[in-house]
């Protein structure tokens, strides 16, 4: 508690720093944060010594075991992913849903079946509106989820969208999906830092969090996109596998491949800095899958790790009405996805110890982190 | 004929802007002209509409023109429209001999309305002007004027109360001359009955 | 009825030093009187403004200082007589032509009234413009008090008309605003007709012929001064210390001289003819003793000149080594304004005397307790005022825009934008247009990595006046900025005199109204307008201009100064604070209203701890509802 401290820090150690990941944490609580072009800004300072803006950032430092102790079965823990309860391959059996969605729709297909079963009665989520400038969306009909289905490379504020609905006390179970910065946050959240203001976190119900490696500069993106499409036209956008080196962006004409050379002037600063490839924090977590099986196969289908009793209860649900198709995992594949993840948490300290050009300060990472274990001492 | 107790004599009416504080002025300065005195009187009002503070230094004198601003230490009267403002003055040009009349109604500056700063108690405001004053009067014009109808016409009562304290040698005939001079017919008579509660507010103290 | 017009010859009244300059340019049978507002001279053209129709004569706001001195010497070149009124600031404008119409010469009477402002109480300097007199070659009078002020400008318009050339008529703001006794004297009953006789032209080639000829005027009137009832000694035949005073300045001396008791050591040489001095007279005088001190407003003007009259006259005159007191040796500051209490203090030190105002306990008391208990009275926009709603758009674009970019503001009420009020938006401060002069400066610096957002801010007012050329640069040489407009359809800080955009003239007549949107598509601009009080449309338009880095962006945000509304209107809104949504001091707003939005029509209630309408001072805008984060402020239509 002590800990946590006002707005003038938040802009000092987050927004000044280039940490900010505009997930929207700090905004829809006051009329002090604005967000224009995938950024967000400070306009005033309350000058609070103490703020929820602060509390809940997903950059200023967090006891990583406390919060995970909190939500999660000890027991669960792995230091490469987070808590783990089971990994799977799956795809939405709703051919529609596939066609708009990324890779196979597991998403939307769980979002709205938690929806109709009564998990949560709202979501907040990030609409794609084809896969340039997406906005954060607050939906409370199992119909309206699919609308929001795509790809994105720009994460919207959608947290502001979260808070709002918060304050509000209308939803009572608030699904919230989002990249791991947002998933972090919303647990934040949920762990109710101030005695004295609840914010009604507890209305959180559920968290569905998103695989991510990095997220784009709005304005970075559309410069590039203009520069080979008109960027109305662009109905979809994906990486390919690594060895591809291709940013994919389908237009209503066709396929245009992007070397990521040029996507990775793009990326986020403080992306850079993020140590969380698996949204370690959420019920159940889906990206693309990754197999032997190539590309072409795999970008029909996902990886979901379950973490919590109340995902596996939701999977469950999924596979007993048929919601989901799923698909043998192969042995390489979790190893693959251990070592992807730990090379995002490697990469981010050797960023972060870069810029501060100090060993003794890992900006916002708890040093006691069991998840960045073996990690600081190699990079010094 | 010396009819001056002190020449020049000195009196500053301060107060905020938008309360009638060069209008005050003004109809003391025609009164005492029109009775064959000199009268000079400066005023510091920059930017007073948008909410600072305005004071007029008025000098009387039988024998000639004046600078336009009273020396430190050298006011004989001070007519306060607001309390805060009194004491703004009182600061560098009291003297252990000044006679004051301030109204008692507070304009509370932005620093004070935006809860920065607080505006001192009016127990405070009246111990500290009895205190570096010979005189002091109190008196509650806002209120008065609101009863007639309007706040504005403070600035009114308060010259009635100056009148009345004969501080000045003018007497009510004189700013009854200036107040038709001044006024439209439909404004007169307010302005008339205020001046005459001022005049009736010392009279009633003093007695 | 005004004062100024009063049929009373003899009558000595109560003036301001302005309106006694207005009646003195009456009684000498000025025809045609120009002016651009600006404080402290408004008053003379205004109140002449007043009375024009009475008077048969002409009276104009010009839309600027050079035009209007234009204006005024037309006049006088067809023959009429001529006053023309400006702050220091305006004769810094006008003096382009003034140097020009020193060759040119004129005929009719014509004054150049400059009223300048020591310690800067309305304006952006302090300046002493006696010196364009003697970088001129003009005669110059200073007044002493509200008598001479108007005295001197007949004289001045009779001199002028004499030696047919411009005098400069120079007060402060402690005369143009003052007031004191004045008699009255006769108003003229004929008009002269105008006529330009094209066979005496007013040119000013061949120039040097035509300098010349100025300088003889100059030594002409320096005559006239020599024996000027306008200069005058006071005081013993050979006192320790002489002081030689201008203006406001004699006032202070004689005061100071009073209250300290040395009616008997120190003498006073007042001059009101302060350019050319009249070097016999003060050689005269300067023989009366060693020590001399200069008392004036502003710069060493006196103390600079009289010492060069010294130094030619003494050997002639044998008058020996002299002591020289001013404010070259700081015996009277060389900034801010005199006071008396200042000449004291150089007395003081000059004289080795001491002096109390008072019992140094009670100062001492009265001092501190003034500290204690009285706090400063911050200027801020009125409730309602649409620069308030403008700046409050304007400083969440910046900050949406996220390009540390900043605001190029002008000269009017919206300069406050370097106060709280204006959320310290002001980054620059220049003269009238500067703030666009500027953004056209930094709109061409991108070419060397500049990234930074730049908004220049004027008014409607200073757009006639100054910002147009501006415009055609911005556009012509291509300068990547915002350019808003705010146009309250009044020039509001120096008492709402009408300009080209508002339909009416000085004299009250129905007037052209010139349409500022269309002058600026005019010029090929890109321009938009908008509403100040639709608070997210004009956040949202800005932002969107700033993303636009080719060319000027101009915005016009039209809504009428809260001011005007005054009288009759009733407030469209009435406005109260839903409690129970109130935040408070809470997390989620900590007194975003009070705090930082500021409108005076909402308080903080230390009781409640919650916000508070004080309806006697809110005007029910309405612009505040939307601030709140919490919708705890509700307007309801009226």
Same mark, same amino acid.
């Given at each position: ?380 | ?30 009164? !005492?002209?029109? @009775?064959? =005195? %000199? $009268?000079?009187?400066? /005023? ?87 205190? !570096?004053?010979? @005189?002091? =009067? %109190? $008196?509650?014009?806002? /209120? ?64 | ?638």
């Amino acid at each position: 508690m002590s800990d946590i401290k006002g707005p003038s820090d938040l802009e000092k150690e987050v927004l000044k720093q280039k940490l900010c990941v505009a997930c929207g944490a700090c905004m829809g609580l006051c009329a002090y944060f604005g967000t224009f072009q995938g950024k967000v800004v400070m306009l005033d300072s309350c000058k609070l010594i103490q703020g929820r803006c602060y509390a809940f950032c997903p950059r200023t430092t967090t006891d990583m075991e406390k919060l995970r102790l909190e939500f999660f079965d000890k027991r669960d823990f792995l230091p490469e992913i987070g808590p783990f309860r089971g990994l799977y391959i799956t795809r939405a059996s709703d051919k529609s849903i596939r066609t708009k969605s990324q890779h196979g729709g597991s998403t939307t297909a769980l979002v709205e079946l938690a929806m109709k079963e009564g998990l949560i009665d709202s979501a907040i989520m990030t609409c794609s509106n084809g896969g340039l400038n997406p906005s954060g969306m607050l939906v409370s009909k199992p119909e309206e989820v699919r609308r929001c289905s795509g790809s994105s490379f720009q994460i919207p504020p959608s947290l502001m969208i979260l808070n709002q609905a918060l304050k509000e006390n209308k939803y009572k179970k608030i699904g919230v999906i989002g990249t791991p910065c947002k998933t972090l946050a919303a647990y934040k959240t949920r762990s109710k830092p101030f005695a004295e203001n609840d914010h009604h976190a507890d209305n959180i119900a559920m968290v569905f969090g998103l695989f991510c490696g990095w997220g784009l500069d709005w304005v970075g993106l559309e410069k590039v996109i203009e520069g080979k499409t008109p960027p109305e036209k662009v109905k979809h956008i994906d990486v390919l596998p690594s060895k591809y080196q291709i940013l994919e962006v389908k237009t209503r004409n066709g396929r245009i491949e992007v070397p990521l050379d040029e996507i990775y002037p793009i990326v986020r600063e403080s992306c850079r800095y993020c140590t969380d490839m698996t949204a370690e924090f959420s019920d159940i977590s889906i990206g693309g899958a990754r197999s032997s099986k190539g590309w072409d196969f795999d970008r029909g289908w996902n990886q979901v790790i379950v973490r919590t009793r109340k995902g596996e209860e939701l999977l469950k649900i999924a596979r007993e009405k048929r919601i989901l198709e799923f698909r043998e995992i192969e042995s390489e594949n979790f190893d693959k996805l251990k070592k992807a993840s730990r090379n995002k948490k490697k990469n981010a300290t050797q960023n972060i110890l870069k810029k501060t050009g100090n060993g003794n300060n890992l900006l916002y990472l708890d040093p006691e982190d069991p998840g960045l274990k073996g990690l600081l001492h190699s990079a010094i | 004929m010396v009819t001056l107790k002190k020449d020049p004599l000195n009196l500053i009416i301060t107060g905020v802007g938008g309360q009638g504080n060069v209008l005050a002025s003004q109809l003391i300065g025609n009164a !005492l002209v029109a @009775k064959g =005195y %000199f $009268v000079t009187i400066g /005023e510091t009002y920059g930017a007073s509409q948008r909410g600072g503070p305005v004071m007029s230094h008025v000098r009387i004198s039988e024998k000639t023109q004046c600078a336009p601003l009273i020396p430190e230490g050298k006011s004989d009267v001070i007519l306060g429209l607001e309390p805060m403002e009194t004491i703004r003055i009182i600061g560098p040009y009291g003297n252990p001999n000044i006679l004051v009349v301030t109204n008692s109604r507070p304009i509370y500056p932005l620093d004070v309305t935006v809860g920065n700063t607080k505006y001192p108690d009016w127990k405070v405001i009246r111990a500290v002007i009895a205190e !570096l004053s010979q @005189k002091a =009067y %109190f $008196v509650d014009a806002t /209120e008065m004027a609101m009863n007639l109808g309007t706040p504005i016409l403070a600035n009114i009562i308060m010259v009635g109360a100056l009148v009345a304290l004969k501080v000045l040698p003018l007497n009510r005939e004189d700013i009854l001359g200036v107040l038709q001079e001044t006024f439209s017919t439909q404004k007169l008579e307010i302005n008339i009955k205020a001046l005459e509660l001022g005049i009736e507010t010392i009279n009633n103290k003093n007695n | 009825m005004s004062i100024v017009n009063l049929d009373a010859p003899g009558r000595t009244v109560l003036m301001m030093g302005n309106e006694a300059t207005a009646r003195g340019a009456l009684e000498a049978g000025v025809m045609v009187a120009t002016a651009y507002p600006g404080t402290p001279s408004s008053e003379i053209i205004g109140s002449l403004a007043e009375v024009a129709k009475e008077r048969e004569i002409y009276v104009e706001w010009s839309v600027n200082e050079k035009v209007a001195l234009e204006v005024a010497a037309a006049a006088s070149m067809a023959g009429l007589r001529a006053i023309t009124a400006m702050k220091q600031n305006g004769l810094n404008v006008a003096c382009d032509y003034l140097f020009t119409l020193g060759l040119t010469g004129v005929k009719g009477g014509i004054v150049l009234v400059v009223c300048d402002d020591p310690a800067s109480h309305s304006s952006s300097n302090e300046e002493d413009t006696r010196a364009f007199a003697r970088m001129g070659d003009f005669p110059l009078l200073e007044p002493t008090t509200f008598q001479e002020a108007k005295d001197m400008t007949i004289y001045a318009l009779e001199l002028s008309e004499e030696l047919r050339t411009v005098v400069i008529l120079r007060g402060v703001t402690r005369i143009s605003h003052a007031r004191g006794n004045v008699k009255l004297g006769e108003l003229p009953k004929d008009h002269r007709k105008p006529y330009f006789d094209t066979s005496s032209p007013f040119t000013y080639s061949p120039m040097v012929q035509k300098h010349s000829l100025l300088h003889e005027k100059l030594n002409k009137a320096k005559e006239r001064f020599e024996t000027s009832p306008f200069n005058s000694y006071e005081g013993p035949e050979k006192p320790d210390l002489m002081v030689i005073a201008s203006g406001t300045g004699i006032f202070y001396s004689r005061e100071a001289v009073t209250l300290m008791g040395l009616e008997d050591q120190v003498g006073i040489l007042k001059l009101g003819t302060t350019w050319p001095l009249p070097d016999r007279f003060l050689g005269k005088h300067l023989a009366r003793t060693q020590k001399i001190m200069f008392v004036e407003e502003v710069d060493p003007f006196l103390e600079s000149n009289v010492k060069e009259v010294w130094a030619d006259l003494a050997p002639i005159l044998e008058i020996g080594p002299r002591t020289f007191y001013g404010k070259r040796s700081g015996h009277i500051p060389i900034v801010g304004e005199l006071t008396t209490d200042r000449v004291i203090e150089g007395l003081k030190k000059a004289l080795d005397e001491v002096y109390e105002p008072c019992d140094p306990n009670y100062s001492r008391r009265a001092k501190e307790v003034t500290k204690e208990f009285v706090s400063d009275r911050a200027l801020g926009f009125c409730p309602g005022c649409p620069h308030r709603a403008s700046y409050w758009a304007i400083k969440n674009a910046l900050k949406l825009d996220d390009r540390e970019g900043f605001l190029t503001p002008d000269i009017g009420c919206y300069a406050l934008a370097r106060t709280a009020s204006g959320f310290f938006l002001s980054k620059t401060g220049g003269a009238m247009g500067s703030g666009t002069g500027l953004a056209c400066g930094f709109g061409k610096l991108q070419e060397f990595g500049f990234d930074q957002s730049v908004i220049s801010v004027c008014g409607d007012s200073t757009f006639f006046h100054a910002v147009m050329p501006a415009l055609v640069n911005a556009q012509y040489n291509k300068s990547n900025f915002v350019m808003c407009i705010l146009d309250n359809s009044a020039t509001a800080m120096t008492g709402f005199q009408p300009h080209p955009g508002v339909g009416t003239s000085a004299m009250g007549d129905p007037a052209p109204i010139l349409d500022i949107e269309a002058i600026c598509r005019a010029m090929g601009a890109k321009v938009e307008v908008k509403d100040p009080f639709d608070l997210k449309d004009t956040t949202e338009t800005i932002t969107r201009l700033f993303q636009d880095r080719e060319g000027v962006k101009v915005l016009i945000l039209k809504r009428k100064c809260a001011l005007l509304k005054a009288k009759g209107e009733k407030p469209p809104y009435k406005i109260h604070i839903a409690l129970e949504n109130c935040v408070g001091q809470d997390c989620g707003c900590n007194q975003l209203c009070t705090r930082i939005f500021r409108c005076p029509g909402i308080i903080w209630d230390t009781e409640t701890k919650k916000a508070k309408v004080d309806e006697v001072i809110c005007v029910g805008c309405g612009v505040c509802t939307d601030i709140c984060p919490n919708s705890a402020i509700i307007k309801e239509e009226t």
